[in-house]
Structures are given as C-alpha cells and as structure tokens.
C-alpha cells in the first residue's frame, strides 16, 4: 500500500516562501506521476502541480504558474512543492497524490494515493 506524508506547511506572510515536501513510502516511486492539489474551506480541492514520471515535465495552472516549482527526487522517494511570491488566497490545505499508472493527470480522479494534507497559511 502507498502510504504519502506531506510537510512544510505553516504560517507565512504575503509575498513569503515555503517549501513542502511529499515522502512516499510502500511502492514505486518512480513508476508514479505525482500531483499537489489544494482545497481552501469551503471550495473543491483543486490542482496545484504535476510532474510526470521519468522526463519530470512540469504543469501548472495558470493561478500559480512562475510562483509555484513542482520537483522530485526518485532516489529519495519525495516530491516538492516550492511556494513562492505567496498571496492570502494560497491559503489551504495542500495534499499530494500519486498515480501508480504513470499518467500525469490534472483532476482530483486521476490519482489513487493521497496523503493527509499540510495547512499552508498566508497573512496578508
């Protein structure tokens, strides 16, 4: 069983920094396109990053495009989310997910394992 622990999360001011991180543990890594999604109270989880699985080609939307990096590290299992020039509205609750299939996919059905979820919060 995939088991996905997300960290970094925390409080920051508006125009500040972050960098979270998404630990995979109990599959193959490097078989999975991996995606950070967020979900702000109130509103659907949306997609944040994706990065496929062997060529790491990147995709955004257009709401953190030039903001946000999406990385991964196959030999230590992780994925990273860099948050940068953050804005009040990044607030939420930011969740990795993998799909074991390879795909890399930009809604919330196209991945299979998801993690707990670590609050990001931005003070304006």
């Known amino acids: 069983q995939v088991q996905l622990v997300e960290s970094g999360g925390g409080l920051v001011q508006a125009g500040g920094s972050l960098r979270l991180s998404c630990a995979s543990s109990?599959?193959?890594?490097?078989?999975?396109?991996m995606g950070w999604f967020r979900q702000a109270p109130g509103k659907e989880r949306e997609f944040v990053a994706a990065i496929t699985l062997s060529d790491s080609r990147t995709y955004y939307p257009n709401s953190v495009k030039e903001r946000f990096t999406i990385s991964r590290d196959n030999a230590k299992n992780t994925v990273y989310l860099q948050t940068n020039s953050l804005k009040p509205e990044d607030t939420a609750v930011y969740y990795c997910?993998?799909?074991?299939?390879?795909?890399?996919?930009?809604?919330?059905?196209?991945?299979?394992?998801w993690g707990q979820g670590t609050q990001v919060t931005v003070s304006s």
């Open positions: 109990g599959g193959t890594f490097s078989n999975y396109a």
């Open positions: 997910a993998a799909n074991p299939r390879g795909r890399v996919g930009l809604s919330v059905r196209d991945y299979d394992y």
